[in-house]
């Protein structure tokens, strides 16, 4: 079972930036692709972004891409999204995920889910 705990979330400006960390434990983070999905107010929980195991290969949606990086370190069990230039319509709740990252673009679901982290952007 793993257990993900995200931080960094808060209150920010329209055109400013934020970095989310995730950290994992309870079992083996390297056999796991991560991602990142948010959830804003009335809507449903989309994908973000996801990146493999090793890090070789990373995937974005198409409303973050130039904007938000995904990067991991398997030594520390840890993944991060860095956002820059946000946009009031990034307001949502970020959620990290571990599982499959095919799992994770084509179907919107995945094996593990932290509770979540508020970002709010102000216009």
């Known amino acids: 079972q793993v257990q993900l705990v995200e931080s960094g979330g808060g209150l920010v400006q329209a055109g400013g930036s934020l970095r989310l960390s995730c950290a994992a434990s309870?079992?083996?983070?390297?056999?796991?692709?991560m991602g990142w999905f948010r959830q804003a107010p009335g809507k449903e929980r989309d994908f973000v972004a996801a990146?493999?195991?090793?890090?070789?290969?990373?995937y974005y949606a198409d409303s973050v891409k130039g904007r938000f990086t995904i990067s991991r370190d398997n030594a520390r069990n840890t993944v991060s999204l860095q956002m820059t230039s946000l946009k009031p319509e990034d307001t949502a709740v970020y959620y990290c995920?571990?599982?499959?990252?095919?799992?994770?673009?084509?179907?919107?679901?995945?094996?593990?889910w932290g509770q979540g982290t508020q970002v709010t952007v102000s216009s």
């Open positions: 309870g079992g083996t983070f390297s056999s796991y692709a």
């Open positions: 995920t571990a599982g499959s990252a095919r799992k994770m673009i084509y179907t919107s679901s995945s094996d593990y």
């Open positions: 990146i493999s195991w090793n890090g070789g290969n990373t």
